[in-house]
């Protein structure tokens, strides 16, 4: 997954699905640092390598 477009998504809420995941991870995607993203979620934060990502959807913000 090319850094430029992931930085596109950082402050926002995301759905990313990953290559061996069957359901994902959502939350706040928070940082991009080399081939590494940062995700918040309810339980805690995730670090996901940029490699394993199939595609990432924007989620609405919740009111």
């Known amino acids: ?14 759905a990313v699905s990953l290559f061996n995941d069957s359901f994902g991870v959502s939350g706040r995607l928070t940082a991009v640092e080399g ?3 940062r995700i918040e979620e309810k339980k805690g934060v ?10 990432i959807k924007l989620l609405p913000e919740k009111k």
Do not use: S
Not at 4 to 12: A, H, I, R, S, Y
Not at 46 to 55: E, S, T, V
């Open 35 to 37: 081939n590494w993203i």
């Open 46 to 55: 995730r670090i996901i390598n940029g490699d394993m990502i199939r595609d």
């Open 1 to 14: 997954m090319p850094t430029e477009l992931l930085k596109e998504f950082v402050g926002k809420m995301c």
